[in-house]
């Protein structure tokens, strides 16, 4: 018996649907396979490396401080000559730091991730158990809670005294305090926040696949 259009029309799309739920079983076998979880670590090890070397290369180049420090002129002066702005009568509403309440999911994920060390201290062969949550993609967005790095207070908020400074350069806050820290500084050290995010996830034993939609949604600063 001949079929009609329309059971022609729902064999293609259950085989569509099949054919997806394959590959989508593939994809996620492939992200959970430790060889090449490993390999994928490695290059992205390979890569924060280079990109390391070449913003190094980038603040040591002559040129480029002195563009640097001529916009940083050029922004005072502009600051200068800007008029004093009015000060708003009524109060802001605000999320405040805290931000949205988390999720069911996302207050799973923290609790996890909060269990780890420092990934920063980590990364450079020291163990700091005492962290703070640093929120990678602000506290109010979609999944903001769940991408999320524990870090220690050193290299989320607070200054290290000046002379330890010196023996241990990568330990600046990613929040910026004077003329310390700020993320450009900080990932010459550490690594980008979303390179950090994969290592994260991989240590608190979370599923890798829920990191796959980040891109270009969230773009590296």
Same mark, same amino acid.
């Given at each position: *018996?001949?079929l !009609? ?8 799309? #259950?085989?569509?649907?099949?054919? *997806? #739920?394959r590959?989508r079983?593939?994809?996620i076998?492939?992200?959970?396979? +430790? ?9 992205q090890?390979?890569?924060?490396e280079?990109?390391? %070397? ?10 480029y ?8 002129? %050029?922004?005072?002066? /502009? ?6 702005a009015?000060?708003? !009568? ?10 949205r309440? +988390?999720?069911?999911e @996302? ?16 990364? =450079? &062969?020291?163990?700091?158990p ?7 993609? &602000?506290?109010?967005?979609?999944r ?5 790095? +524990?870090l220690?207070?050193?290299? =989320?908020? !607070?200054?290290l005294?000046?002379?330890? /400074? ?8 990613? =929040?910026?305090?004077?003329k310390? &820290?700020?993320?450009? %500084?900080?990932?010459?050290h550490?690594? !980008?926040e979303? @390179? $950090?995010l994969?290592?994260?996830?991989? $240590?608190? &034993? ?9 891109y270009p949604?969230?773009? @590296?600063?």
């Open positions: *018996m001949a !009609t259009i329309a059971e022609k029309l729902q064999r293609q799309r #259950e085989k569509q649907k099949q054919s *997806m #739920e590959a079983a593939k994809q076998a492939k992200m959970n396979d +430790p060889e090449e979880r490993q390999q994928r670590f490695k290059k090890l390979q890569q924060q280079r990109q390391r %070397q070449r913003q190094i290369e980038r603040l040591n180049d002559p040129e401080k002195k563009k640097q420090r001529d916009k940083q002129q %050029q922004r005072i002066e /502009r600051q200068k000559a800007k008029p004093v009015k000060k708003p !009568t009524k109060k802001i509403a605000s999320k405040g730091l805290k931000g309440t +988390p999720t069911v @996302e207050r799973r994920i923290m609790d996890a991730i909060g269990r780890l060390p420092c990934i920063a201290c980590w990364l =450079h &062969g020291r163990e700091n005492v962290i703070s949550l640093h929120h990678v993609f &602000g506290r109010v967005g979609e903001a809670h769940a991408y999320v790095l +524990p220690c207070c050193y290299h =989320h908020d !607070t200054l005294e000046a002379e330890k /400074r010196a023996q241990y350069p990568d330990m600046i806050p990613i =929040h910026a305090k004077g310390y &820290g700020v993320k450009a %500084q900080w990932k010459i550490n690594g !980008t979303i @390179e $950090l994969f290592k994260v996830y991989n $240590l608190a &034993g979370l599923p890798l696949e829920s990191l796959e939609n980040i949604k969230h773009s @590296e600063h």
